[in-house]
Nanobody, 113 residues
Framework: QVQLVESGGGLVQPGGSLRLFCAAS????????MGWYRQAPGKQREFVAG???????NYADSVKGRFTISRDNAKSTVYLQLSSLKPEDTAVYYC???????WGQGTQVTVSS
């Protein structure tokens, strides 16, 4: 079955950086577009970034220029580099496989001084 396992979240100060990881199994990863979403307390889940099977990326306006999505097909892993973090980036971050419409369990990112 499809499994998406996120890691790399944590507590970071404003202006800091984190790198999130999503390891995929049960899908033909190299053929799957992948994405990152986030959900803050009391808010709806929102799109953060996506990457096509051939590596083209797109971003939500709120993170453009600060976050970078990438993928390693050999490792079946998608990454999200978070930089210049702000308190409003605090959320649970979820990985998604668009080909199978599957989600990971999420990883918490907290930005606070």
């Amino acid at each position: 079955q499809v499994q998406l396992v996120e890691s790399g979240g944590g507590l970071v100060q404003p202006g800091g950086s984190l790198r999130l990881f999503c390891a995929a199994s049960g899908i033909i990863f190299r053929l799957s577009a992948m994405g990152w979403y986030r959900q803050a307390p009391g808010k709806q889940r929102e799109f953060v970034a996506g990457i096509t099977s051939d590596g083209r990326a797109n971003y939500a306006d709120s993170v453009k220029g600060r976050f970078t999505i990438s993928r390693d097909n050999a490792k079946s892993t998608v990454y999200l580099q978070l930089s210049s973090l702000k308190p409003e980036d605090t959320a649970v971050y979820y990985c998604r496989s668009f080909s199978s419409d599957s989600w990971g369990q999420g990883t918490q990112v907290t930005v606070s001084s």
